[in-house]
């Protein structure tokens, strides 16, 4: 199983980015997908999560409204479009995935359920 994130960057502030997961060697109709962030000196915080029917998504309050999660079956990629960056994006984003028996809610908020994690890509906001 293998899940490889791209897209990072450096991006100004205000700025989007598209970030990328896809996954191998594992069938995405049976694991909600997710995405986590963490930022130097800082825990590990869950940024948005999707169920495998895209039927129940989590977004953190700090993303919200800015952030959009999606996915591509055809492609068993999970895609985090982000909007209106800020510097306090600034972070090494990670995908996960968890059987779909997890609620979204508590495998982004708490990190629970989750069998598989990809390598971090680095997304930095600054001008």
């Known amino acids: 199983v293998q899940l490889q994130a791209s897209g990072g960057g450096l991006v100004q502030p205000g700025g989007s980015l598209r970030l990328s997961c896809a996954a191998s060697?594992?069938?995405?109709?049976?694991?909600?997908l997710g995405w986590f962030r963490q930022a130097p000196g800082k825990e590990r915080e869950g940024v948005s999560c999707?169920?495998?029917?895209?039927?129940?998504?989590y977004y953190a309050n700090s993303v919200k409204g800015r952030f959009t999660i999606s996915r591509d079956v055809a492609k068993n990629t999970v895609f985090l479009q982000m909007d209106s960056l800020e510097d306090e994006d600034t972070a090494v984003y990670f995908c996960a995935a968890a059987p779909d028996h997890y609620p979204v809610a508590t495998m982004c908020a708490h990190s629970i359920g989750i069998h598989y994690w990809g390598k971090g890509t680095l997304v930095t906001v600054s001008s």
């Open positions: 999707v169920s495998s029917s895209e039927g129940s998504t």
């Open positions: 060697g594992l069938n995405l109709d049976y694991y909600g």
